[in-house]
């Protein structure tokens, strides 16, 4: 009856690079967010879903000031979205440096929803740059028993050495440096409290160390680009010796960056192992979920790329990325009724994206079909209305719609219907 599934495409992809912490700050904000019901009446690309996408998008690219107006845009139209709006907002304005702006932000998502880590740790943030630092440490120390970013422990320790008291900054800073290893900034800084402390020689070492760090910062850089000049070259072999160098699993940015680059010149099944490492140590990352279940979808392992995206997208329900992904996965898992909620949804937060309208289209052709198998002909017609808006130019929801009034006995409109559709179809190329 309806024309068969045509050639699903790829969702557009999220970029692979992992967000540093600031940005994913949000992010993890957003497992205490609910969805709110959509405006009605609205137009498509004026709706809080599409302003929050378009945020969403623009806050991991960096353009702090795109994110700024679409979260503004999406808060005038629903000013109860504290969390989902409100917060990126807040996070937009800090990295931005407009630091008035974002404590105004982070102040009024605290009085709407209490007190949170990633609340608190930022306005500790925001005290050290006034050099408030009984201000950091108090937020802070709020922060740190759940300790929303790997370094939360090393600004308290440097709070806590600005303030004059060396015992804590010690204590704090060494809690850094056991939770992030490869942070040059820590041993420098607990260099410091050495010296404050009359401890030369541990001072000295802790430099050294920091030193240490640094260079092997550089080696790695040169590292990747031999590791990527290789894999341009085909030369697998030796492609892998000199990038397992990067391989660190205790670290999930350098595990992502490793994945990354194999991903980037196609040795998607070389990817597979630092990506799921880095899915291990951040479950909670919406970026690092996405980029495995992504190159298990390319290696068309479909069942393994549900699993990251089904926890993921309960958790960020507003991410574009997450919804598109998602839905394709599904539909090629045949599980039609989900991929069509899951991109619906990805339509709602990016209308312009035309490889969502396709698979969204899919979706509605898919179940159209099954509604006219199980003789559910309302909800067949529901359907394929929906996909004649998506796609306008294809005839065949117009021929379903036909074939279904000439069976229900309304040979009128299955009249209207069958013109359209062949008008549409000489059309075709």
């Known amino acids: ?56 998008d623009a806050l991991k690219q960096g353009r702090y000031d795109v994110a700024v107006d679409e979260f503004r845009a999406a808060l005038g139209l629903d000013p109860t979205l504290s969390l989902r709006a409100r917060f990126p907002l807040a996070v937009a304005l800090f990295e931005m440096h407009r630091p008035d702006e974002a404590r105004r932000e982070f102040e009024a998502v605290r009085d709407d929803v209490g007190d949170h880590p990633n609340i608190s740790y930022y306005l500790g943030r925001l005290d050290i740059d006034v050099r408030d630092f009984e201000g950091a440490i108090r937020n802070l120390s709020a922060a740190i028993p759940t300790p929303p970013f790997p370094d939360t422990a090393y600004y308290l320790g440097f709070a806590y050495f600005k303030k004059g008291d060396l015992a804590n900054a010690e204590k704090w800073l060494k809690a850094a440096a056991e939770k992030n290893p490869r942070d040059a900034r820590v041993p420098y800084q607990l260099g410091l409290v050495y010296q404050k402390q009359g401890l030369g020689e541990k001072a000295k070492n802790a430099f050294q160390l920091s030193d240490q760090l640094r260079q092997l910062d550089t080696e790695e850089s040169q590292l990747k680009v031999e590791c990527g000049q290789k894999l341009d070259q085909d030369l697998r072999e030796e492609a892998h010796a000199i990038c397992d160098q990067l391989y660190d699993p205790r670290n999930a940015d350098k595990l992502t960056a490793l994945g990354t680059i194999y991903g980037q010149h196609g040795d998607l099944q070389a990817a597979l192992k630092p990506l799921r490492r880095a899915a291990e140590l951040e479950p909670e990352s919406p970026q690092v979920q996405y980029n495995l279940a992504l190159t298990y979808y390319q290696l068309n392992q479909f069942k393994e790329a549900k699993e990251p995206l089904s926890a993921a997208i309960k958790r960020w329900p507003d991410l574009f990325q997450l919804n598109a992904l998602y839905g394709a996965v599904l539909l090629k898992l045949s599980e039609d009724s989900p991929a069509y909620e899951a991109l619906h949804r990805a339509h709602q937060l990016n209308p312009q994206d035309s490889a969502t309208v396709d698979l969204l289209y899919a979706a509605t052709l898919a179940l159209a079909q099954k509604g006219w198998d199980a003789r559910q002909y309302s909800e067949s017609l529901r359907y394929l209305e929906e996909a004649a808006g998506l796609r306008p130019q294809e005839p065949w929801p117009h021929q379903g719609m036909a074939e279904i009034y000439t069976r229900i006995g309304r040979p009128a409109k299955a009249k209207t219907e069958q013109q359209e559709a062949d008008r549409l179809s000489k059309n075709l190329p």
């Open 1 to 56: 009856m309806i024309h068969p599934r045509s050639g699903i495409c790829d969702p557009l992809a999220m970029t692979t690079r992992h967000s540093g912490p600031l940005i994913l700050g949000f992010l993890v904000s957003l497992v205490l967010a609910s969805l709110a019901a959509s405006q009605t009446g609205a137009k498509p690309s004026d709706t809080p879903e599409a302003h929050l996408g378009k945020g969403y």
